[in-house]
Nanobody
Framework: QVQLVEFGGGLVQTGDSLRLSCAAS????????MAWYRQAPGKERELVAS???????TIATSVKGRFTISRDNAENTVYLQMNSLKPEDTAVYFC???????????WGPGTQVTVSS
């Protein structure tokens, strides 16, 4: 029922920072997991980071120490702070949700992040 819209992507250079936002049309207070995925050209979609409604997080090894996921339930928004960006981070970034015992929701258009050398 909750619709998600990603924004904040763009063209940046290696070493730059970018913050992605995921705005929900409804409350995410009781949503078990909110997550960021990404898909690079010719590659499979992969999990970047996630956070449960209890505050537990997961982070991909490739972005550990550089990316941070945060969740503002009061504002129904999830963020992905990306620092020290690398060309390998170039991908379309997607936001999604999953309830306990359920599956991930439908995928939206995502937001493009392009990191040049």
């Amino acid at each position: 029922q909750v619709q998600l819209v990603e924004f904040g992507g763009g063209l940046v250079q290696t070493g730059d920072s970018l913050r992605l936002s995921c705005a929900a049309s409804g409350s995410i207070f009781n949503v078990y997991v909110m997550a960021w995925y990404r898909q690079a050209p010719g590659k499979e979609r992969e999990l970047v980071a996630s956070m449960t409604n209890e505050g537990s997080t997961t982070i991909a090894t490739s972005v550990k120490g550089r990316f941070t996921i945060s969740r503002d339930n009061a504002e129904n928004t999830v963020y992905l702070q990306m620092n020290s960006l690398k060309p390998e981070d170039t991908a379309v970034y997607f936001c999604n949700k999953r309830q306990r015992g359920s599956t991930w929701g439908a995928w939206g258009p995502g937001t493009q992040v392009t990191v040049s050398s």
